[in-house]
């Protein structure tokens, strides 16, 4: 059996995993949580979904523009600094009192947030190479397991005196756990995954 048929779960493949959870995680927050903030702000449904359709849109914007961001800033940054601009748009969601602002900063979360996810699929591919298909589904597990506990956690925290803030608060600290355990793994770049293609 050569290397290349062994599946190997290094620390970035681990950190891939969590990262893909934690953008489930928060993903799945901001839809849950749209029945709070649309008493708090006394909006109508329609105005509410608005938020879901500014996070999709924010979704196309990303997608149409992830290759050349990628290109010119590189895959690192694209993948951390989506992840921590997800968390910090969430302030505009967890602060704003104004719906231009909470949309504003869905629109926001939904573009860097499909940067990052963009770049954990991506960096899994090139990184695990013909074992991509087994990354991928270990990954979606995670993924999974973390948007079933979104509305769970959104539901039990707004029943305390912390309230459904508290649910994004949480995502913010998993990001900052994984930054300060998984931090100084390498993200696989655009140009070492083009040279391996080139050589195949």
Same mark, same amino acid.
Do not use: C, K
């Given at each position: 059996?050569?290397? #290349?048929?062994? @599946?190997?779960?290094?620390?970035?493949?681990?950190?891939? +995993?969590?990262?893909?959870? +934690? +953008?489930? +995680?928060? #993903?799945?927050?901001?839809?849950?949580?749209?029945?709070?903030?649309?008493?708090?702000?006394?909006?109508?449904?329609?105005?509410?979904?608005?938020?879901?359709?500014? @996070?999709?849109?924010?979704?196309? &914007?990303?997608?149409?523009?992830?290759?050349?961001?990628?290109?010119?800033?590189?895959?690192?940054?694209?993948?951390?600094?989506?992840?921590?601009?997800?968390?910090?748009?969430?302030?505009?969601?967890?602060?704003?009192?104004?719906?231009?602002?909470?949309?504003?900063?869905?629109?926001?979360?939904?573009?860097?947030?499909?940067?990052?996810?963009?770049?954990?699929?991506?960096?899994?591919?090139?990184?695990? &190479?013909?074992?991509?298909?087994?990354? @991928?589904?270990?990954?979606?597990?995670?993924?999974?397991?973390?948007?079933?506990?979104?509305?769970?956690?959104?539901? @039990?925290?707004?029943?305390?005196?912390? &309230?459904?803030?508290?649910?994004?608060?949480?995502?913010?600290?998993?990001?900052?756990?994984?930054?300060?355990?998984?931090?100084?793994?390498?993200?696989?770049?655009? #140009?070492?995954?083009?040279?391996?293609? &080139? #050589?195949?």
């Amino acid at each position: 059996m050569s290397s #290349q048929d062994v @599946f190997r779960r290094d620390r970035f493949t681990w950190l891939a +995993y969590l990262m893909l959870a +934690y +953008y489930a +995680y928060m #993903q799945a927050t901001l839809g849950t949580l749209m029945a709070f903030l649309r008493v708090e702000l006394g909006v109508s449904y329609t105005v509410s979904g608005l938020h879901m359709s500014a @996070f999709a849109l924010g979704m196309i &914007g990303a997608g149409l523009s992830s290759d050349r961001l990628a290109a010119w800033l590189g895959r690192s940054i694209m993948f951390w600094g989506g992840a921590a601009g997800m968390a910090a748009s969430t302030v505009g969601i967890m602060l704003g009192r104004a719906v231009p602002i909470t949309i504003a900063s869905a629109l926001v979360m939904g573009y860097l947030g499909t940067l990052l996810l963009g770049s954990i699929q991506a960096s899994l591919a090139d990184h695990h &190479g013909p074992r991509r298909t087994v990354a @991928f589904t270990e990954s979606n597990v995670a993924a999974s397991v973390f948007a079933t506990l979104a509305p769970l956690t959104v539901g @039990f925290l707004q029943r305390t005196s912390v &309230g459904w803030r508290g649910a994004l608060v949480l995502g913010v600290g998993l990001l900052a756990l994984l930054a300060l355990g998984l931090g100084r793994a390498p993200i696989p770049s655009v #140009q070492a995954a083009a040279a391996r293609a &080139g #050589q195949r």
